[in-house]
């Protein structure tokens, strides 16, 4: 394995600058209070550019080693989407929704991505500084492939343990159950920009993990190299849309100042 | 099990309404787009106030359940910090970094949050539809619970598969491999708040999923109960911070309409 901090500590010489546009905190505080787990909608419908809007925002969330092992079925046929209401059990947040969208985590996109990745490397104008396109050529491969079944997860846990007694080294993912935890990390990172965009707009949204994954993925037509991140709903809230105030325990429960 | 449609499908007879506030999607826009994964910061510092209001931000995001199975380390001690930058393999996105947040996944404090959630359900004078209290009562301890080792996860996946032969039944978490998959899943959606969070004040960030995982436990004292999800960095960027445009592959790679 390349020496990984070679490719990670050298700061590139590029100058590459953008323009920030205006934020504000104030309206942010506002999409996240707004968003609540909508479980009842109305029959308004969503126009179907704030539901595009809202996925291509899904695709700006950062993602590991920007290889995008995401995919989001937006399910517009009334039959599938019949059945995928059966496979989230019917529930009120499902059945009133307007519209139903599957976050995918794929487990193996990895290997043609990076191939695009190097591909638009060679084809932009742009400086491409040498530790990224060594992250890509070298790196990469190294790290993500588990090999047939994840049979090189063993050796890899023996070199990697040994490695790490003299020094630190990147630890995961080491095994095909690695490989799901970070594909479905980087899938959630954009499920958060769905459920934000829709409530930036004044819309509502769910997210059900409570599906039966194998009857999802069967509509969807995906195989085991898919796997279901979350399913989530979005419409306009109902008057008995949300079930009561926001419940969260205290803060200092979670946030830890060490 | 209880049957899940039981618990899932009814709508109770509540009437809880809250006030919406402002919100506007060209400014969630400029959210998005100023966020960019920030390799160098300036010296400048973040306020205090900033951080802790990101940091409850997190804490609002939608969590499975909400069993809020995170924890978020805010490491201001300057010895720990530089162990943690080292952690970070030296990388110039945690080494200039003004504030450095670790994100980790909780296996099992779904348990007393479990009896934390009674306890509030107990102690509030709101109506708690008995479908939530049954939810925590019966259905939380048979789903998450997987035994000593994970050695419920044979029999939970003979009983689901059967089953789900004649109707749609929750599949997940089944063995310890799913229950990682879960607490990660939750805490990620929350770190898309922190990095959104510091963007709509102007800040900027960088998820870090390269870092050797068993230093940082041993920095924050964490044992296999918890696992590092990422580690947040935060500031302002630099004029050579972020190191190129945007890339991301054809939207129509990911939104898939069927």
Not at 155 to 169: D, Q
Request: proline content about 7%; some cysteine.
């Amino acid at each position: 394995m390349s020496d990984p901090a070679d490719i990670f500590n050298k700061i590139p010489e590029l100058n590459h600058e953008e323009t920030l546009k205006d934020v504000s905190p104030e309206s942010f505080d506002n999409i996240i209070n707004n968003r609540r787990s909508v479980r009842v909608y109305t029959e308004e419908k969503i126009p179907a550019e704030v539901t595009q809007k809202v996925l291509e925002w899904a695709l700006l969330a950062p993602n590991s080693s920007n290889l995008q092992c995401w995919e989001f079925y937006w399910v517009q046929d009334p039959k599938k989407k019949a059945e995928l209401v059966k496979a989230l059990f019917n529930q009120p947040a499902a059945r009133t929704a307007q519209e139903l969208i599957v976050a995918v985590a794929k487990l193996k996109t990895w290997k043609p991505h990076r191939r695009q990745m190097l591909d638009l490397f060679n084809s932009t104008h742009q400086k491409i500084p040498t530790s990224a396109r060594a992250y890509y050529e070298k790196l990469v491969p190294v790290v993500y492939n588990q090999g047939p079944m994840g049979i090189f997860g063993p050796f890899k846990r023996i070199f990697i343990s040994a490695a790490g007694l003299f020094r630190p080294v990147p630890r995961e993912p080491k095994s095909i159950a690695d490989m799901r935890v970070w594909s479905h990390k980087t899938t959630a990172l954009a499920c958060e920009n769905i459920m934000l965009g829709f409530s930036a707009y004044g819309y509502d949204t769910c997210p059900m993990e409570g599906h039966d994954s194998a009857r999802v993925k069967k509509i969807l037509g995906l195989g085991c190299e898919s796997e279901i991140c979350m399913v989530i709903s979005a419409g306009k809230r109902a008057k008995n849309g949300v079930y009561g105030p926001r419940i969260r325990f205290p803060s200092e429960q979670f946030i830890k100042k060490i």
